[in-house]
Each structure stands twice: as C-alpha cells, then as structure tokens.
C-alpha cells in the first residue's frame, strides 16, 4: 500500500458545483497533514494546513479523520480558476522521520464553463 | 510569496556538461529539499537536508550531489548531464517542527540534448 494514495482523477465539474477529494495515508504516526495547489508547469502552492478539528477557508473545506487514515477537501460553488491539481502532503510532525514529506500523486481537477 | 529563489529558471545544455542547479532561500529554514518532477507526473525526493553539513539521498535514485555549506544555500550538481536529466527540479524549504509547511521554488526546468 502506497504511503498516500489519491484518485488521480481527472475530476471534470462545472462552474459552480461542489466537489470533494479524499486522501489516504498508510502512517498511523502521521501529525501534519496539508492540501497543496500545483498548477500547470508551476511549483506546488500551499492551500491549506489540516487539522484535526477540521477547518474552512473560505469555499475549501478540510477534514481529518484519523481512525480512518483520510483527509477531505471540499471545494465548493468552483470557480475556473480552481482547475488545477491537488496534492495531499502528509508528516510524521516530530521525531525521527519528522523531515519526511510525503506527497500523494495528485488529483486533477477540471472546473468547466 | 515565498522567500525562495531558483536558478536558472531554464536551461537547456549539451550532454556531458556539468551543471549546478542553485537554490536560496532567506526564511532560516533548517530543512531543505529537492524535487523531481516530470510533466504531469508525481513529485519524487531526491535529496534532503536537515541543516549545514547535513544531506540525505530522498527516495528516487538520482546521479546528482547536493551541499550544505550555508543554511540558506542548498546547490544541486550534475557532474555529467545526460538525456533522462531532462525534467523539471523543485526545492523546497521548511522549519523544523509540526505543521510547519514547505515553500517551494518556482523550480528550473532542464533540457539536455
């Protein structure tokens, strides 16, 4: 099992609706989680931290759900301008093996007219 | 926005040529990284750093060397560039500790012909 797994997608949504991603990670230890923007040929962006209680910037939405081993993001009313690919990032936080970030594959997300 | 430089941005160079790839950043990050990453594909470790006099070979077998001799200095070096170089290289920085996020560079993209 991949240490963070993520449907690669493309997901194809039009303007304005509400699409959700999950991520799954293998390392129970895991304590930092994150969601990164990657747009084409760019460098990856952070968009938002996870953190346990979840929490909400605006339209993007994450969730952290431990027993589980997943986090969610939650984009709502899409915008074209969200079409990007979206990376979960996951880390043990501290201890040994706390410089480890590990970056899932991505999920491709199309926002269309 | 980030406080992390790459150069150069671009580059295109003859097989066999040695190359050193540079990356800065002025944030006092303990942790650096470098990235591979192919067009439309996942990110792969290459190298890590926790601090001056401290690199690691990352997860993807690579013929490139780094060094730390600065805290915000972190070189990449080919010492004979081949074809299948031909990608695009990220770094990034971070501080040492939980739920701190990595900031990268915008990344140099190398073509060896």
């Known amino acids: 099992r991949k240490e963070v797994e993520q449907d690669p997608g493309p997901f194809n949504v039009p303007e304005g609706a509400t699409v959700a991603f999950n991520c799954t990670y293998s390392n129970s230890a895991s304590q930092s989680f994150f969601w990164y923007r990657q747009d084409c040929r760019k460098e990856p962006k952070l968009l938002m931290s996870v953190y346990s209680s979840g929490n909400e910037d605006g339209r993007f939405t994450a969730q952290l759900n431990r027993a589980s081993q997943y986090i969610s993001l939650l984009i709502r009313d899409s915008k074209l301008s969200d079409s990007a690919t979206y990376l979960c990032?996951?880390?043990?936080?501290?201890?040994?093996?706390?410089?480890?970030?590990?970056f899932g594959k991505g999920t491709k997300l199309s926002v269309i007219p | 926005e980030a406080d992390i430089y790459q150069t150069p941005r671009y580059l295109v160079i003859g097989t066999g040529k040695k190359i050193t790839l540079e990356c800065s950043q002025t944030m006092g990050h303990d942790k650096m990284y470098w990235y591979q990453q192919d067009p439309g594909m996942e990110l792969h470790l290459i190298h890590y750093?926790?601090?001056?006099?401290?690199?690691e070979k990352g997860d993807l077998s690579s013929e490139s060397t780094v060094s730390r001799i600065r805290t915000e200095h972190f070189p990449l070096t080919l010492e004979s560039a081949r074809p299948s170089h031909t990608s695009q290289y990220l770094c990034a920085s971070r501080f040492i500790g939980p739920n701190t996020e990595a900031f990268f560079g915008q990344g140099t993209r190398l073509t060896v012909v």
């Open positions: 990032v996951v880390s043990p936080g501290s201890g040994a093996g706390s410089y480890q970030l590990t």
């Open positions: 750093s926790y601090g001056v006099n401290s690199t």
